[in-house]
């Protein structure tokens, strides 16, 4: 079994539809929470950073975590199409910038103008 | 924010010969950077993590003899592979971490080995 489980779709929305991308894990040692999203043949790129549960917004991003039933979401509110791009859910257990990082699959979105 | 310089972007090589690339952090000295490879339409995989002046640690699969890491410098890391066969082609990522800016990603070598 995978420590991070994420839907890889594709998923398909058009614009300004409002988007919700989920991780769910297994290993209650994850502590910090990142969402990236990665434009075809780039690098990752920081979207949201989280650690503790709740929510947290910036912009027309909110990040979700709910540590008790190991879920994690990222909503896109007005999506715009470019937006379009792969989204990767990322964790670690420690805060420490040597600790690694394990990545869902990541979920290709596409919206459609 | 925190940058990350990756280079090439794209290199095309023989089956057989070697190439190498460079990550380097512009803005800020990274702590420990880390080596991913990525196929199409998968997610990161983590090959190596290095700290600056020890040796890489790597992951379980990956040949430490044939992707070799020098983190010479808290601003400049390299992954060569060597002897490379059309197998190795893919796309490598590196991240440079540090206290202050976190994980900060490189662009991305797509490698095609002919």
């Known amino acids: 079994q995978k420590e991070v489980e994420q839907d890889p779709g594709p998923l398909s929305v058009p614009e300004g539809a409002i988007v919700s991308l989920n991780c769910t894990y297994s290993n209650s040692a994850f502590q910090y929470f990142m969402w990236y999203r990665q434009y075809s043949r780039k690098g990752p790129e920081l979207l949201m950073y989280t650690y503790s549960s709740g929510n947290k917004e910036d912009g027309r991003f909110t990040a979700q975590v709910d540590k008790s039933s190991k879920y994690i979401s990222l909503f896109i509110r007005d999506s715009q199409p470019s937006d379009s791009a792969t989204y990767l859910c990322?964790?670690?257990?420690?805060?420490?910038?040597?600790?690694?990082?394990?990545f869902g699959e990541g979920t290709q979105l596409t919206v459609n103008p | 924010g925190a940058v990350v310089s990756q280079h090439p972007s794209r290199v095309i090589c023989k089956s057989g010969t070697s190439v190498k690339i460079e990550c380097r952090s512009l803005d800020f000295q990274a702590t420990t950077m880390f080596w991913y490879r990525q196929f199409p339409k998968q997610s990161l995989m983590l090959m190596a993590t290095?700290?600056?002046?020890?040796?890489?640690?790597?992951e379980q699969g990956v040949e430490k003899d044939k992707f070799l890491i020098n983190h010479a410098s808290l601003t400049l890391s390299t992954l060569t592979v060597t002897s490379a066969h059309p197998e190795d082609s893919s796309f490598y990522i590196c991240s440079a971490a540090s206290w202050t800016d976190g994980y900060t990603f490189g662009s991305g070598t797509r490698l095609t080995v002919v």
């Open positions: 990322a964790m670690s257990k420690q805060e420490t910038s040597g600790s690694r990082l394990t």
């Open positions: 290095s700290n600056e002046g020890s040796k890489a640690t790597y």
